[in-house]
């Protein structure tokens, strides 16, 4: 089974990819926040492409009588008329428990979308690291490839979730299970989470989005996105739905 990472979710459309299992990685914030939500109760998560579909969406679901929230952001704001914006921190169990979370952002969900044609796609933050690597460990043989997917900032390549794939990465391999090919990508991800393990709020405070959500006032949301392990599920996507696996 090979080790990839994917350095732009524009790659993936590309790709053949019914034999590949995808995670994707949006430290800042969508995969995070999705992962939060879920571990404080959420139902589900349900990503959306634009806006006008994630508010069509929303008034389905009230009008069908669910419990929904309308989440996301715009330039790292909260949308005008959405419930919550995309921060880890708004999405506490008293808020988000039995809802199901209509979420909309710049990137991540953009991810997400462009991974619909893998075998299984999972999310993945610091959040839920050694959960996201267990599930990783134990897949179906006919699987031959897990690509780690770099959800970046509109399109373009950033660092933080390229650690966080290689943290995955890493504890996949110690300790040693099966065997696994690694591709220079997947390699140079690991090396990245090696070196920065230590230091990821510093990591996260220099990286170009980092610096951009202090300059807007979010820096608070910085130390919440690089708790690692805060907890043990690993939020997989199912006919456009995340759940809890």
Known sequence: MQLDAALTWADLPKQDLSKTVVFVA?????????????????????PQPSDKDA????????EQGAGVLLCGEK????????????????F??????????????????????????AKRTYAASF????????????????????VGVVSGREGNYCIEDMV?????????????????????????????????RGSLLDMVRQCFHGRYLEEIGLGDDLPECVKVDSTDIAPVMRNGRIVVE
Request: charge should be positive.
């Open 164 to 196: 966080c794939i290689g943290g995955v990465f890493a504890s996949m391999l110690a300790p040693p299970g099966r065997d696994y090919s690694i591709t220079d990508a997947a390699r140079t991800a690991v090396d990245l989470y090696q070196l920065y």
């Open 26 to 46: 949006d430290v800042l914030r969508a995969t995070t926040v999705m992962t939060t939500a879920l571990a404080n109760g959420a139902r589900a998560v349900l």
């Open 75 to 90: 330039e790292g704001y909260k949308r005008e008329g959405y419930d919550l914006g995309n921060s880890p921190k708004e």
């Open 127 to 146: 959040a839920n690291l050694s959960a996201a690597a267990r599930r990783l460990q134990n897949l179906e043989d006919d699987v031959e490839r897990i």
């Open 92 to 117: 506490l169990p008293a808020v988000v428990s039995g809802k199901t979370i209509i979420h909309l952002t710049t990137n991540g969900t953009r991810a997400l979308a462009a991974a619909s044609g």
């Open 55 to 62: 508010r069509r969406l929303f008034t389905l679901l009230i």
